[in-house]
């Protein structure tokens, strides 16, 4: 059984952008869904893990409480960039600013889903208010570096 | 010196024709329950000191899972002092807009047409822009084809006057009598792997040879078919001769490469990595008959991507390349040569 999922601010964050999802373009969550399959994932970021999985057509998001088949570690500064579009996600893996362990077809599989997620996040009205709150939340804090695209 | 739009045009004759071209041609959200591809949009290339400047006000209809979606789109993109852009999406509760009429109001920021004058205001986190563009030629229609049973109709205002400011941040830039491009595009189509278009203009930038030129070719995404293209030509205000699909010929060579470009919305940069844009590193187009003739020759400098959903495949994207570069325009109409080099915008649009 699953504990009660206690999301962290990136975890809150994770959470609602699949409620977007789910909410504004549910094809991709469901494509996101069938891509992870019964995969656990985690997100590392500064020390917060947050495990993500689909134990039904709904996600589940919270603290990282098993072994993932995925895990994911970065820091805010390289999420921020990706979202903002001024970093890669290939050349932060190339720099080891962002890391990724797990067997090749999981990782592919991951892959997948977060395609199927950037597909629905660019359908969905709300998401670039998301993303923008949540690099608030982060650009508030002394620890982050966060500029805007402005 | 340049005769101001109130000395060389019927001010009153034209602030009417602007005011039938540019109303909003639909009421907007009206056909949320049924499912729409109804789309239409009022486009500004404005050229800067030091750079360009696109502003793009759309009112799009989406079909979804949960049925049809209004929603006003505001993208601003500028290349002083280097390309940076935001695309601002508004809810139709936050939108104002009414058919017959060139007053829309999507949240903050506002585009109107008052006494045959656009006036212009955005006020964006980081980014304020106020436009006064008054235009400096007729306004002109065309039908373009899109394959299929579609079409866009298209209201060309080629060359106007803008005056105002931009602020982006702590900088500010003043915008003075600067030479400003205006279409107003509506129509039912859908972004698929089946539609690709390239379009531009070049504004001759010695005001003693008042010629413009616009040109656009729709056609399928591997450019095997070409649907419709056209070359309009204007002689100071007026709209002298229009060069049609068998007059043209185009010539792409070569592939434009940057080593970034700026992608909005930022997720958009995630889906397509890099900046492959399919742009051609040179553009020409011949055009010729009835004793006229006109080349364009175009060389790109640098481009932005906008990243749009495919409206045919959830996994799909059309991409619009906005490039800046040089166009040298030559040629004769009606017997009288022009020959001009321009700083300007181009568009090319494919799927991805």
Redesign the interface.
Request: with cysteine.
């Given at each position: 059984m699953l504990p009660d999922a206690q999301p962290s601010a990136f975890g809150g964050f994770v959470n609602e952008s699949l409620g977007l999802l789910a909410q504004?373009?549910?094809?991709?969550l469901q494509?996101l869904a069938a891509a992870l399959g019964h995969r656990r994932i985690t997100i590392a970021i500064k020390g917060e893990p947050v495990q993500c999985l689909f134990p039904g057509p709904q996600p589940w998001v919270g603290s990282a409480s098993e072994a993932s088949e995925v895990t994911v570690e970065t820091t805010i500064e390289t999420l921020a960039g990706?979202?903002?579009?001024?970093d890669?996600?290939?050349r932060a893996l190339i720099d080891d600013r962002l890391i990724i362990r797990g067997s090749c077809d999981d990782v592919l599989a991951v892959d997948d889903a977060l395609?199927?997620w950037?597909?629905g996040?660019?359908?969905s009205?709300s998401?670039?208010l998301l993303?923008e709150r949540f690099k608030s939340h982060y650009a508030g804090a002394k620890h982050a570096r966060v500029e805007?695209?402005? | 010196m340049r005769a101001s739009p109130a000395d060389s045009l019927a001010n009153e004759g034209l602030g009417l024709a602007l005011g039938r071209s540019d109303a909003l041609k639909r009421e907007f959200g009206r056909s949320s329950d049924v499912p729409s591809d109804y789309k239409e949009w009022f486009h500004f290339c404005v050229e800067v000191p030091g750079g360009h400047l696109i502003v793009n006000f759309s009112l799009v209809d989406r079909w979804g899972a949960k049925g049809g979606r209004s929603e006003g789109v505001l993208t601003i993109l500028s290349t002083w002092p280097h390309w940076r852009g935001v695309v601002r999406r508004f809810p139709s509760d936050a939108v104002r807009a009414r058919e017959g009429e060139l007053d829309l109001q999507l949240g903050p920021h506002s585009l109107r047409l008052t006494g045959g004058v656009f006036e212009v205001s955005v006020d964006d986190e980081r980014l304020g822009l106020s436009l006064r563009l008054t235009p400096r030629t007729w306004p002109t229609q065309s039908r373009l084809r899109l394959g299929g049973a579609s079409s866009l109709e298209w209201v060309i205002v080629p060359q106007l006057e803008a005056s105002g400011e931009l602020t982006l941040g702590a900088r500010s830039l003043r915008i003075a009598t600067a030479r400003a491009y205006h279409d107003h595009n509506w129509g039912r189509f859908r972004w698929s792997a089946d539609l690709a278009w390239e379009w531009g203009f070049a504004i001759a930038e010695n005001d003693a040879e008042p010629w413009t030129v616009v040109f656009s070719r729709l056609m399928d995404q591997g450019g095997r078919r070409t649907f419709s293209q056209g070359v309009l030509v204007w002689q100071g205000p007026s709209h002298v001769r229009t060069f049609h699909d068998r007059e043209i010929r185009i010539a792409r060579s070569g592939f434009h490469r940057q080593r970034e470009a700026l992608t909005l919305p930022p997720v958009g940069a995630f889906l397509m990595p890099g900046a492959a844009s399919g742009v051609p590193a040179r553009f020409e187009l011949e055009a010729g008959g009835l004793g006229d003739d006109l080349t364009i020759a175009f060389s790109p400098e640098s481009h932005a991507r906008i990243v749009l959903p495919s409206d045919d495949n959830a996994l799909q994207l059309t991409v619009v390349n906005e490039v800046v570069g040089r166009a040298q325009v030559r040629g004769h109409v009606g017997g009288r040569a022009f020959d001009f080099s321009s700083a300007t915008i181009m568009e090319f649009v494919r799927a991805a």
């Open positions: 504004e373009s549910p094809f991709h494509a990706i979202l903002d579009g001024d890669l996600l290939a395609r199927a950037g597909h996040a660019l359908r009205p998401f670039s993303c805007f695209k402005w | -």
